[in-house]
């Protein structure tokens, strides 16, 4: 079946990119692999390891030229792992079936049952209701009730969501104005200001839908990849759950999305004047969607239980990382379940130890919505999701995108190659003061990514920081926490993210006024991450600044 859809030829456009760099890509690619192969082995390197780097600077190459699909490039450890013996088939495909895939996966079906019933734009529109009025309350409504759904849906679909509620609202302005203004230089005057407002609002809708992925650890594939990585990199490490991630990002995000909102909307005049038809427009546009549907109520229960589930799986804790005590602030419902297991169904504590995952919630709640029927308007009963529209809607390509990544950081540590990049690393960055060292990564992964896929270069880059973050006595989550944050903070170019080139895309935004508030935005989302990871993740998470903690040990040195 064909789609037509802008989400759709959006798509088709980033697979397709230019077919010159595509050819330059390819060649690159399949030059570097040779180059990297026939070099004679650098002291420390095994030849595993090497056989990796060189299979790594292919998937580099083609990931940043597209010289194929970027989903197709991930699949290529499926097929030269084994045949350069790097991995054994049965060990790298494991990466592709990891827990945190399913944690994606769950999380997006749910996001689809969303959608599906409509409740996304119910709450989008009550937002934009209450909040909306003055040019810059609306631009903020708009950010808020983006950056919220973007928490939880895909920042592609909430941006293509409120893009067209943010088009029909301009319009609607432009012909009440047109019908009531007459003197021509008032024309132009209204003209100039709703110029400024559809600029505000498209990129507001853009930097939004990126700052609310941030906020949790399903927001956006790069967090997945991180929490995958993590658990392939260091399997004795403890787990990062969405307990410990919303009290560190989530007030990352409002602090973007204030500054944004600020560097948005400083020059916008305060009121649009007495025919201002904003909040009677969005009154308008709820009472067509008339009641609730039993749908809509329904998922908004489901999606409210899940929230509650993974946020308070783990216990709420503050550590002192200098005298090592920790204050529990609210317990978590994962050990008393352990316990349970344990207890009544004599489970095997090891076992039960690690038995609940975030991926459990996500999966137990997504397959509640197969077996969960409601009333429809036209008399009958339906399932909540169905599973048509998972095969049909499913980012299929981004699940491969993750489980390549994973594959790449599990090589990473089996042959030693993120030990031996991370000594090489190390060597270079001694003496540098960690804070330094942090915001140096992360100016690296926010630029870097105007220009590349994120996901792919988390997935390239966490495995490299991991070794290097080793090799200097310091706690990995210090440096591989704040690149995989600041990869989701790109805002200066229309191919640095989806919602970018929407938004881009619309007419309303040139690329200068693109580049010029995403610079700024770019350079305070660099100093907000590094400042944050020591003043919160660091208490939150429980990290020293002084010791390598003992899980900290890659394959190598096992």
Known sequence: MSDSSPHARLRDDFDRGNPVWQRIGLWSGLAAFVFVMVLPAPDGLSPAAQRLAAATML????????????????LIPLAIYPLLGI??????????????IFLFFGG???ALGIEKWGLHRRIALHVVYVLGGSPSRIVLSFMIATAFLSMWISNTATTMLMLPIALALLQTLGEVYAATETLASGRQEIQRVLSRLGTGLMLGIAYSASCGGLATLIGTPTNVTFLGQWGQLFPDAPSVSM???MPVFLPLTCMMLFSSYLVLTWKLPKHLGEHNPGRSFFSARLRELG?????????????????????FRTPLQFHNSTTGESWTLLPGWGPWYESFLVNHFHADPVIAKGAVHDATVAMTMALLLFFLSVRTSKGGRERLIDWETVEHKMPWGIVLLLGGGFAIAAAFNETGLSAWLGESLARSLTGVPLPVLVCCICLMMTFLTEFTSNVATVSTFLPILAGTAVTLGVDPRLLMIPATVTASCAFMLPIATPPNAIVFASGQVTMGQMMRHGLILNLLGVSFVTALTFWVLVPIMGISLESLPDWAVLSVDR
């Open 291 to 311: 009641k609730p549907s039993h749908g809509e109520r329904a998922m908004l229960v489901v999606f409210v239980v899940t929230a509650l589930l993974w946020v």
């Open 59 to 74: 998937m580099a190459i083609l990931w940043v030229s597209q010289a194929i699909p970027i989903a197709a490039t991930a």
């Open 87 to 100: 991995q054994s088939a049965g060990d790298v495909s494991q990466a592709y079936v990891n827990a945190n």
């Open 108 to 110: 997006f079906i749910i």
């Open 243 to 245: 307990g410990e991630w």
